[in-house]
């Protein structure tokens, strides 16, 4: 189906973020559906946040840490 395969490059796109607006509104597509359709899909949305959380929270941990490296230090780590 179209809809897995566009899941698919959402998810490998990259953009945490941006893939969970989009892939909340393609597996919206399949309803509710059973209890454990709606299982998988529940924990498709939670991999997808803690991933986007995830992100984030590295990004600011490398700023912080390029804040307070001194300049000369990091060139001679190298």
Not at 4 to 27: H, P, Q, R
């Amino acid at each position: 189906m179209q809809v897995f395969d566009d899941i698919e490059a959402l998810l490998d796109a990259g953009e945490a973020s941006t893939a969970l607006k989009e892939v909340l509104a393609l597996v919206h597509q399949f309803g509710r559906g059973s209890s454990v359709l709606a299982g998988a899909i529940d924990d498709l949305i939670i991999d997808l946040s803690t991933l986007s959380l995830a992100r984030m929270l590295a990004r600011k941990r490398l700023l912080k840490i390029k804040l307070l490296a001194p300049r000369q230090s990091v060139g001679a780590a190298s």
